[in-house]
């Protein structure tokens, strides 16, 4: 990629609990959003009250090659789900007033195992989650619309999209909406290793004596697909059983691994911000 | 349950898409929250810029015994996880105020299979969300922040909170904060069953030919508990190894005969809210 390779930190999203964990990588934050099925959504429907609102959505970091080769590097997140007209009227009002968009955040977690220490205080889960901010709009032009149609289609099950009956018709292109983010800042966090006590626990005999102490690794398995009641096809095809297989390997495998990593840096009290 | 068995169907919370698969039922509302391993939830920061942030975080919905024996049967939803001195203050700034809290969204996604239909408009997933509003303050009676605390625990593992080294102690009490929101608007959406497409492509002999439609069922596999270096117990503890085939069992179950049921019931072309 062209660009930095890491998201500025602000105040927007410097993490200040956990710092050792946290990153501003650029290709680890984008690797979480793309590899989580739901992206949680956030934005505040009524700009006269603070309460927010947050929806599930599919979603994919990517750069448009049009952007790109216009000279624009810096990826974009592109939304699928329920475009609410309440939605796409703050993009559009906001977008009419001279601002970037609707203020969006973004939240994408995945959980990759249960770590059982010795005190419930202790008690973690190994995960990865990235939470990005910035400016929606509504993506107007055909092209792009349907390269993100297409990236998003893939990225739930790759090769799918030209496995499928294509492209969008007119009626479809309508009811279609997808919502482009631009990244105003960016953090991730990471967790990852065995589990880890306080010193006043790991010096208690008695305690160490009693508790069982380690890692439930956890993942999202695919089992055999099911197939519908309309379906022709004799047999599952190969974009859908290769991505099964493949992903339950390396899915179990990061799960597996993280379970058995070093603790990460021992954390220092300190004031939270 | 005391309390009446729907939530009320506001201006807040209504879902005006895809309405059949909506649903205001507390009891299913609170199952998906309570067997969510993560909750989003979002708060604006600074109520002069209508910007939201997400952030996860480990919850639950209940009612504290002392709430019910003074006759206040409405569930509360309690959160964990780190409360920033930020949300905190917001929370207490709220309440000093004379308003109710913070106000919050938290929203709960499962995602229970793929459903790979003949075109990338009709794919979907099995899935079962739900999305809270209400109002959060933190919690400061000692005994209902206890009664919380081991409620988390013991939602990430039954009875993990019993064996452990507890009750928490004071350095640990005061670095641990539970947030607790009143709910004044929820709502649910479950999808399961087998594709479903439009009336055009289920007439297209060629598209019905070439696409395999079906389901691909996923669900969050625990595999098996990995000690961690200080651990002595010889065996898993039946609390674990219990709960882990126990679990596995029950979710894969869910998601294979999802992917079986019917359709939901067609959709009917409406205007979107």
């Known amino acids: 990629m062209d660009e930095s390779t890491t998201y500025p930190q602000t105040v927007a999203n410097k993490v200040n609990r956990y710092k050792h964990q946290a990153t501003y990588d650029v290709d680890t934050i984008h690797g979480i959003v793309n590899s989580t ?15 927010p609102i947050v929806i599930p959505m599919i979603g994919q970091m990517a750069l448009f090659p049009r952007d790109e080769a216009n000279g624009n590097s810096t990826w974009k997140c592109y939304l699928h789900g329920y475009v609410s007209s309440r939605l796409m009227n703050l993009a559009d009002t906001a977008v009419k007033r001279g601002e970037e968009g609707i203020p969006l955040c973004v939240a994408a977690t995945k959980v990759d195992g249960f770590v059982l220490s010795l005190t419930p205080y202790s008690h973690n889960y190994n995960y990865r989650s990235a939470v990005l901010q910035g400016f929606g709009t509504i993506v107007e032009d055909i092209d792009e619309k349907i390269w993100a149609m297409k990236l998003i289609t893939n990225s739930v099950v790759p090769d799918r999209y030209e496995n499928t009956r294509v492209p969008p018709d007119n009626a479809e292109m309508q009811s279609t909406r997808i919502l482009k983010m631009s990244i105003t800042a960016a953090s991730g966090k990471v967790r990852e290793g065995v589990p880890e006590d306080e010193r006043k626990d790991m010096k208690n005999e008695a305690v160490l004596d009693a508790v069982w102490t380690g890692v439930v690794p956890v993942y999202e398995k695919f089992v055999e697909p099911v197939s519908g009641p309309y379906n022709r096809m004799q047999r599952i095809p190969e974009h859908v059983s290769k991505f099964v297989n493949e992903e339950n390997a390396r899915r179990e495998e990061y799960a597996r691994e993280a379970a058995k990593k070093p603790a990460p840096v021992k954390r220092v009290k300190k004031s939270e911000d």
């Open 37 to 51: 099925p739901v992206l949680h959504v956030s934005f505040v429907p009524d700009p006269a009250i603070p309460a």
